[in-house]
């Protein structure tokens, strides 16, 4: 009789029978054309204002002098005529180092989460819950008073700064919803290899949570480049705008100019849809379910 | 020298105790009444501090400054003289508060249940093999994914003037001249739809992971007992999908309790204040009307409501999850 020493992992056998199964077939290929109709249909109709934009944006504007139908002018315009530029460095310096600073914070932080059970830390995901749940308005003003004073108002790293600590939440459940799918056996034979706990989160733990790590990362991404409320009430000169603080100034200035307006809204949405494009498939917000509902 | 089974050592090694060295050292026992922190308590301590700080800073430490605001009378830059809980009776006696908390619960209600309608809905037609499946679930995804300044500009577009597109389709259509944003109760459909259109995307992740998590054998072995793809729905689905649901609803009741820029950037609260959810009367208050203390007391009232029904909604899937 031979006994091998191969361990049987019964959760991640599982798992691969679950993914093999892949797409639920669930009526026959006659049932799948009205589907596949109405998923265009009302797709279609959904992206009505999405697609209203672009092709606004590529009409000539007020006033010009092209013939042709559609055109790349109002781009040059306001580029010309706004601190675009300014806006979009702006935007994507703050939504950059918000999602370093997160995941810095957030990855240790999901760790404990994970994988200690005690009252601190079911306390301390409570306080997680009861954060999630207030209104940044009514946090506005006494932090734009503790800011003036630290000279942080009308500065691109105090935005920063308030962007980390209200996606602090969410980025910790989704880092410790993924660290849950990371077998604890993994760890205990590196710190039986003589490994510390910093050193088995570090080179097993975080090693292996990429997927977790960009899933945080873009949703930390949308938030500081999304955001209206902090920036409009922290930033106040316009080299300072990030871009929904400056979209929303010209569209006051130049309500009927759509063309222009348009233009800024397209370059304003083009990282987060592009950025989705290529990474959606390690976007998952399904994780935060768990995460909630299991300490 | 003890011999210790690998049980033991890795007892030990989850308290981090002794793994590095050659072998189990002789430890002296803590003496009684101080104890001292293990190696493994303090790193942890260590990876939760940062994130414990920032959440003081910016998230607690703004919520003990606004109660103090609430119960003074002051402006954006002082605290100003204290007043007592009269901010609180001043809000609470207004008929515009009540109206405000009014459309919260309305916005709130559509905005939860009819995100998660629609979101569901395409989580299950997604579910099934259809053509260019992947390019609709990317496609779909992306009213949430544009940011609410960009879409509510579009939306404006579409529907603020009489010259817009859809009042212009509906004139067509012999409805007569429908101002979208101009009508008290058109323009409280007009920012649920938009609330709706936001968010379903968000629910529809939510589902499709928790959908994508149930044993698809189960539905053949459901057939092969003659059920109805209803009964399949409601028997299988969705009780595997209900922690999940759960927890979908307390997240959007969050954010659309809380949610300024779908209602501000669309409406800015009007017409007069029809659209004002508590958020947007709280902002307009301080901001517009440089009331801080009742614009604060506003915000704290809602905040509380919230926070206890949201936890108490958090006790509830806790225990579901136990059960």
């Avoid at chain 1, 969410?170 to 990371?182: P, T």
Wanted: glycine share 8%; proline share 5%; with cysteine.
């Amino acid at each position: 009789m031979t006994t091998t020493g191969v361990a049987i992992e019964p959760d991640s056998t599982r798992a691969m029978v679950l993914y093999r199964g892949g797409k639920l077939d669930v009526t026959g290929a006659r049932g799948q054309w009205w589907r596949f109709v109405l998923v265009v249909v009302v797709t279609a109709v959904i992206l009505i204002p999405i697609a209203s934009v672009v092709y606004l944006s590529l009409l000539p504007a007020l006033g010009s002098t092209t013939s042709a139908a559609i055109t790349l002018e109002n781009y040059g315009s306001v580029f010309s005529q706004t601190n675009l530029l300014f806006w979009l460095e702006n935007s994507l310096g703050v939504a950059l180092a918000t999602v370093i600073i997160s995941v810095v914070v957030a990855a240790p932080a999901g760790y404990v989460l994970s994988r200690v059970r005690n009252r601190f830390v079911s306390g301390y995901a409570l306080v997680l819950f009861i954060v999630q749940a207030l209104p940044v308005v009514s946090a506005v003003i006494p932090l734009f008073i503790l800011f003036a004073k630290l000279n942080l108002v009308d500065n691109l790293a105090g935005v920063t700064i308030i962007f980390v600590g209200s996606s602090m939440s969410v980025a910790i459940w989704m880092l410790s919803a993924y660290y849950d799918s990371i077998p604890i056996t993994l760890e205990e034979a590196a710190w039986m290899d003589g490994c510390s706990v910093a050193g088995g989160f570090v080179r097993v733990v975080l090693r292996n949570s990429l997927p977790g790590i960009l899933s945080t990362a873009i949703f930390t991404f949308l938030l500081a480049w999304n955001d209206y409320l902090i920036s409009v009430v922290f930033l106040r000169s316009d080299v300072n705008y990030t871009l929904p603080v400056g979209l929303e100034t010209f569209f006051q200035q130049n309500q009927t100019n759509w063309g222009l307006v348009m233009a800024v809204a397209v370059i304003m949405m083009l990282p987060p849809v592009v950025l989705f494009a290529v990474l959606n498939k390690y976007f998952s917000v399904g994780g935060i379910g768990g995460s909630l509902a299991g300490r | 020298m003890t011999t210790h089974t690998v049980a033991e050592r890795l007892q030990q090694a989850r308290r981090g105790v002794g793994v590095a060295g050659a072998g189990p050292r002789p430890r002296r026992e803590p003496r009684p009444g101080r104890r001292r922190l293990s190696a493994r308590t303090i790193t942890l301590i260590l990876f939760a501090g940062p994130s414990m700080i920032l959440l003081l800073l910016i998230n607690l430490y703004p919520l003990l400054y606004a109660v103090m605001q609430s119960l003074r009378n002051g402006n954006l830059l002082n605290l100003g003289p204290w007043v007592g809980f009269s901010n609180y009776l001043r809000v609470l006696t207004e008929s515009s508060f009540w109206q405000g908390a009014l459309f919260t619960l309305v916005f709130t209600i559509t905005g939860v249940f009819g995100s998660w309608l629609v979101g569901l809905a395409f989580a299950l037609l997604l579910r099934t093999r259809i053509p260019a499946g992947g390019l609709f679930k990317v496609l779909l995804l992306l009213p949430w994914v544009v940011p609410v300044v960009v879409s509510a500009t579009s939306w404006n577009w579409l529907v603020a003037t009489p010259q817009s597109p859809l009042p212009i389709l509906a004139h067509a259509l012999g409805l007569g001249n429908v101002l979208f944003l101009a009508d008290p109760v058109l323009a409280k459909v007009t920012v649920c739809v938009f609330k709706v259109w936001i968010s379903f995307p968000f629910m529809m992740m939510m589902m499709s992971s928790a959908l994508a998590s149930v044993d698809t054998n189960v539905y053949e072995a459901a057939k092969v007992d003659g059920a109805t793809s209803w009964q399949s729905f409601r028997h299988i689905t969705m009780p595997l999908v209900s922690r999940s649901t759960y927890v979908s609803w307390i997240l959007m009741t969050i954010f659309c309790v809380n949610d300024f820029p779908t209602i501000f950037l669309l409406t800015g609260g009007g017409p007069v204040n029809a659209t004002s959810s508590l958020v947007v009367m709280a902002y307009r208050t301080v901001f517009q009307n440089f009331q801080t203390g009742p614009g604060v007391a506003i915000a704290l009232l809602m905040t509380l409501v919230l926070v206890i029904v949201s936890v108490l909604l958090y006790r509830q899937i806790r225990k579901v999850n136990i059960e």
